[in-house]
């Protein structure tokens, strides 16, 4: 162990002595010294650093005449408020008659009285009997609130005849009317109710507020309807 360490000051005591010649002979300690006596060093050991030279700013406010043109120069001063302009609002055309949309003003609603409603019920109901006296076609009566003819135009239907007759996902329910004329809706299965389509066929028909709806399930995904009036005048009175 000792004769290892002997070795290894030995070597290193060489490699010393090596560089120390090597610095002698590129001159490296004279010059090593020159730098540190040359005056260049002392002064800039002794001036401050550029950076850290900052020079206050200071910000001088002054009054200046806004130069105006001669031919504006004796005029008075222009004032300037706020106007409220009355805005011109435009109806939008709508996809069923084009007309402004009376369909969602809600101050314009109008109501059927109890007896009204009754009435037309009464008469649906009729129209109800006579069809199940002709065919085995299900069947149910709708009446019109609000809420179907106007704002929204959601249609619920009764859920035991959803459940019973009509399918079990969303499809595509045609609805005829007494002229024949074929109306597509989409049947929400989930919600028991008739979504798109539903509005213009309301809108064709010119739907309020108490009418009675008779549907007459007569296939898969078909119903024919009859439209009973309220306020509509009953059987041997003057139309």
Same mark, same amino acid.
């Given at each position: 162990?000792?004769?290892?360490?002997?070795?290894?000051?030995?070597?290193?005591?060489?490699?010393?002595?090596?560089?120390?010649?090597?610095?002698?002979?590129?001159?490296?300690?004279?010059?090593?010294?020159?730098?540190?006596?040359?005056?260049?060093?002392?002064?800039?050991?002794?001036?401050?650093?550029?950076?850290?030279?900052?020079?206050?700013?200071?910000?001088?406010?002054?009054?200046?005449?806004?130069?105006?043109?001669?031919?504006?120069?004796?005029?008075?001063?222009?004032?300037?408020?706020?106007?409220?302009?009355?805005?011109?609002?435009?109806?939008?055309?709508?996809?069923?008659?084009?007309?402004?949309?009376?369909? /969602? +003003?809600?101050?314009?609603?109008?109501?059927?009285? $109890?007896?009204?409603?009754? %009435?037309? #019920?009464?008469? &649906?109901? =009729?129209?109800?009997?006579?069809?199940?006296?002709?065919?085995?076609?299900?069947?149910?009566?709708?009446?019109?609130?609000?809420?179907?003819?106007?704002?929204?135009?959601?249609?619920?239907?009764?859920?035991?005849?959803?459940?019973?007759?009509?399918?079990? /996902? +969303?499809?595509?329910?045609?609805?005829?009317?007494? $002229?024949?004329?074929?109306? %597509?809706? #989409?049947?929400? &299965?989930? =919600?028991?109710?008739?979504?798109?389509?539903?509005?213009?066929?309301?809108?064709?028909?010119?739907?309020?507020?108490?009418?009675?709806?008779?549907?007459?399930?007569?296939?898969?995904?078909?119903?024919?309807?009859?439209?009973?009036?309220?306020?509509?005048?009953?059987?041997?009175?003057?139309?």
């Amino acid at each position: 162990m000792t004769a290892k360490a002997s070795e290894y000051e030995e070597i290193r005591r060489k490699r010393l002595e090596e560089n120390k010649k090597r610095m002698e002979a590129l001159n490296l300690p004279n010059l090593s010294q020159a730098l540190h006596t040359s005056p260049l060093s002392k002064s800039k050991s002794h001036s401050p650093s550029p950076l850290k030279r900052v020079k206050s700013r200071t910000i001088e406010k002054q009054v200046v005449v806004v130069r105006r043109s001669s031919r504006v120069a004796n005029m008075p001063a222009p004032v300037y408020k706020e106007v409220v302009i009355d805005r011109v609002v435009t109806p939008r055309s709508r996809r069923y008659g084009g007309s402004y949309d009376r369909y /969602r +003003d809600y101050s314009k609603r109008v109501y059927a009285s $109890d007896e009204a409603r009754q %009435e037309a #019920l009464d008469k &649906a109901d =009729k129209i109800q009997s006579d069809l199940q006296s002709k065919s085995h076609h299900p069947s149910f009566v709708k009446t019109m609130l609000q809420s179907h003819v106007t704002g929204g135009f959601w249609l619920g239907l009764s859920v035991q005849f959803c459940k019973t007759h009509l399918p079990n /996902r +969303d499809e595509r329910i045609t609805l005829i009317d007494e $002229d024949g004329d074929e109306y %597509e809706t #989409l049947y929400l &299965a989930r =919600k028991t109710g008739l979504s798109a389509g539903w509005r213009g066929f309301s809108i064709a028909h010119n739907l309020v507020d108490g009418d009675a709806l008779v549907f007459e399930l007569i296939s898969r995904t078909t119903f024919k309807v009859y439209i009973v009036r309220v306020n509509s005048p009953g059987e041997g009175e003057e139309q």
